[in-house]
């Protein structure tokens, strides 16, 4: 079995298109920033109630995804997986691209983005924010020696403890990403630990579905080989992780149920919470986690492209609604801070919040960064096999 | 080719001359009328304020804002008060960092931008007791 | 010798003097110190707090408080900021017991931990405390991340959501950072009360510095029974309450 790689083409009128397409997105980001830097954020829906908004829910996506993203590629140098092996430099490419998005959102709604610097040269060590600095500047420097590893035949040898490296690197990483709201011990919706390993299980789940998109999607517009023996591994595969975060999230809203503390606030996102309800039941649990276990699980549409493709868009509109109940809806709830009391004036009640479209615009936006970032790399490097037909990727696969 | 390299570098060297051109700005109403007294508030030299000014600011601040040391000394409200010119028409102070004002005529020549006035007050005290 | 006497040897030897002038008639107890005193950087010997009475202090004068403070550090007036995106540095609380039905009014500021939850999260070493206790924002190292207000368990942070202009002197203010109450530092550090604390013409509010023995604010904590909000997170504030 010898895997050759090959870059895009990109000459095709449908490359181009892509590219300017997501350029439009990427200039309206642009454009949404200047707005909203040039005359502060109260032109956005964000508030001192509601602190953050759309964009920590896009950025925030964007970085548990990438987490994710990188599965694949220790799947095969960690766990020997000789499938996913081919699939291993895209995994990779597709990690960064993800981060590099989800970055440039959360940079990008800082109050004071030209004051990046300061962020990287004053550290105070007991905030989980500088940790989480440090680990996403450690997964670009480990990822990319891992796809070097990969890349360099001569060092090829080191690919998996290099795999090895990078996948407890993300596991730290997608730890403390949770722990940004694990650790806050004043706000009810979150302080729970509980929160670090769901949000684990949620990278798997948002990150192998965007690495199918971009899988389906390059090898269809490359017009390249793409057997069902991947394909239909990574679909079962998401399929159980989508069952996992449901899991996750059953358990941490039973347990938070059986706190008489956190009954307020539990009460409000799964019973009489308004739109913050209805965003769970209907598009949390039933668009992005009951439909696409359906479609990736019933019998009549294994194996079917265009139910999987649907079932990955669906956890990934899935996701980012979680992350908006998380973020938003949390704050949204008052804290608790006189038990025992009712607050009648000054403080309390539902904070309201519009997204506003220039937040929305800037997370599309980091979206857009991501995915320009894969089109143009898969065209400059090698990242894709010319083929991964069955006989290829796979000689062993029985159909 | 040569004629081009040759501009060019008349072009280099003036710059050069630009800068060393030490042109008369309004040092600001206090700063005026120290200097027409004959007294030298900058003991130091100007040389020194002009090339430090910007240690002396940062050293001062953290001093004062995390352990609350209040001295006069490198005080950036000096700085404002001291240097700080009134329009003649309206008798109001204008912003120290308004174009043409004192900070802002070294500041735009050398392209370093100013960060003190997105919070700090840019004009004399006004009372508030 | 004198510029290396230290601030408690100080304290001692002025302290004769300056107990004298402590305590004003209206009960609001000033500390006032020589004017050089704020030559020497701030200690751990002090540790400034409040002590709120919430049966004395009347809906009027909490009002009176927030105008105050709004007055001497100038927010309060942004033009473009709405409903929950205006500043806020002190507010009016009214609560009601849930069993009892008593209903108490009180104002709710930066409670100056001692253990503060927004320094702890700031990555960038912005939200900071004082030795003497006092909670601050650097203004020039805050990015405006907000994760301090993310954590903070009052409320008690605002981020400024518009340009600003024609500050305080005393206190710079602007678009993009986090501020909060300061306990009108640069009072406290002339030897002032803060603001707020000022405007009450009654012993309702009261400052001073929690570890001295001879302070109102030490001996009147020492009979009364008083509390912390959120008590539970171990934060062990500043600010006190009685009468909640």
Redesign the interface.
């Known amino acids: 079995m010898n895997i050759r790689y090959e870059e895009t083409q990109g000459r095709s009128l449908g490359f181009y298109a892509l590219i300017a397409g997501l350029g439009v997105f990427i200039l309206a980001a642009l454009g949404a920033v200047l707005y909203m830097e040039h005359y502060g954020h109260y032109v956005t829906g964000m508030s001192n109630r509601i602190v953050w908004g759309m964009p920590h829910v896009f950025a925030l996506f964007l970085i548990v995804a990438a987490s994710g993203a990188l599965n694949v590629a220790s799947i095969a140098s960690v766990f020997q997986k000789k499938l996913y092996k081919p699939l291993s430099r895209l995994s990779g490419l597709v990690a960064l691209a993800l981060l590099a998005g989800g970055l440039m959102v959360l940079v990008l709604d800082l109050g004071r983005p030209d004051r990046l610097i300061v962020a990287m040269t004053e550290y105070n060590f007991k905030s989980i924010f500088a940790w989480n600095i440090i680990l996403y500047n450690g997964f670009f420097v480990i990822v990319a020696v891992y796809l070097w590893m990969m890349f360099e035949r001569r060092m090829n040898k080191f690919t998996s403890k290099a795999g090895l490296a990078a996948f407890s690197w993300r596991l730290i990483l997608t730890t403390g990403t949770g722990s940004i709201f694990g650790f806050l011990v004043a706000r009810q919706a979150y302080d729970a630990v509980i929160m670090a390993p769901m949000f684990i299980i949620m990278s798997f789940a948002f990150g192998l579905a965007f690495f199918i998109l971009i899988l389906m999607a390059s090898y269809k517009w490359t017009e390249r080989p793409l057997g069902d023996a991947v394909v239909n591994r990574l679909g079962s595969l998401l399929g159980v992780f989508v069952a996992a975060v449901m899991y996750f999230v059953a358990v941490k809203h039973l347990g938070n149920l059986y706190l008489a503390e956190n009954a307020g606030v539990e009460n409000f996102i799964l019973f009489d919470g308004g739109i913050y309800t209805q965003l769970f039941w209907y598009g949390q649990i039933i668009l992005g986690g009951l439909i696409p276990m359906a479609l990736i699980y019933h019998p009549a549409l294994r194996g079917n492209r265009s139910t999987l493709g649907l079932a990955s868009i669906l956890i990934l509109i899935g996701g980012v609604i979680q992350l908006y109940i998380i973020i938003v809806g949390g704050q949204a709830y008052p804290m608790e801070m006189f038990p025992g009391k009712e607050i009648l004036e000054g403080y309390g009640g539902i904070a309201a919040y519009t997204p506003s479209l220039p937040e929305i615009m800037l997370g599309i936006g980091g979206i857009a960064v991501s995915l320009i970032a894969v089109t143009l790399l898969v065209k400059f490097l090698p990242f894709l096999p010319e083929s991964l037909a069955d006989e290829v990727a796979d000689p062993h696969h029985k159909s | 080719m040569y004629r081009l390299v040759a501009i060019l570098m008349v072009l280099l060297v003036s710059n050069v001359f630009a800068h060393g051109h030490q042109e008369q700005h309004d040092l600001g109403e206090e700063a005026n009328s120290i200097k027409a007294s004959g007294k030298i508030f900058h003991t130091d030299g100007l040389d020194v304020i002009r090339k430090m000014h910007p240690e002396f600011l940062n050293h001062k601040?953290d001093?004062t804002?995390?352990?609350?040391?209040?001295?006069k000394e490198g005080s950036l409200?000096g700085c404002v008060n001291c240097h700080s010119t009134k329009d003649k028409k309206t008798n109001q102070y204008h912003?120290v960092n308004d174009q043409d004002q004192f900070c802002s005529t070294c500041h735009q020549q050398v392209s370093v931008s100013v960060d003190c006035f997105?919070?700090?007050?840019?004009?004399p005290?006004?009372g508030?007791k | 010798m004198s510029k290396t006497l230290n601030r408690r040897d100080f304290i001692k030897t002025s302290s004769a003097t300056t107990v004298g002038v402590a305590t004003i008639a209206s009960g609001i107890t000033l500390t006032s110190f020589a004017v050089n005193a704020n030559e020497n950087p701030v200690t751990k010997d002090k540790r400034w707090g409040m002590l709120v009475d919430t049966n004395k202090l009347t809906e009027v004068e909490i009002d009176g408080m927030v105008s105050a403070c709004q007055q001497e550090n100038g927010w309060g007036s942004e033009v473009h900021s709405t409903g929950d995106q205006k500043p806020t540095w002190v507010k009016k609380l009214k609560v009601q017991d849930k069993a009892t039905g008593k209903i108490t009014s009180l104002p709710l500021m930066c409670q100056h931990c001692e253990e503060p939850p927004c320094v702890d999260v700031c990555p960038t070493n912005a939200s900071m405390k004082r030795e003497d206790g006092i909670v601050l924002v650097d203004k020039h190292l805050c990015i405006g991340c907000r994760y301090c207000m993310m954590a903070c368990p009052y409320d008690a942070r605002s981020f400024v959501h518009e340009e600003l202009t024609d500050q305080r002197e005393h206190m710079p203010r602007g678009k993009g950072t986090v501020e909060s109450c300061t306990l009108c530092v640069h009072k406290v550090d002339n030897g002032e009360s803060p603001a707020c604390v000022a405007s009450v013409n009654s012993d309702a509010v009261i400052f001073g510095d929690l570890y001295d023995p001879k302070s109102n604010i030490n001996q009147t904590l020492k009979k009364v029974q008083s509390a912390q909000i959120r008590a539970d997170l171990d934060l062990n504030t500043g600010v006190r309450y009685s009468g909640i």
Do not use: Q
């Open positions: 601040r001093k804002l995390r352990e609350g040391v209040r001295t409200k912003p997105s919070c700090h007050r840019t004009t005290r006004k508030t």
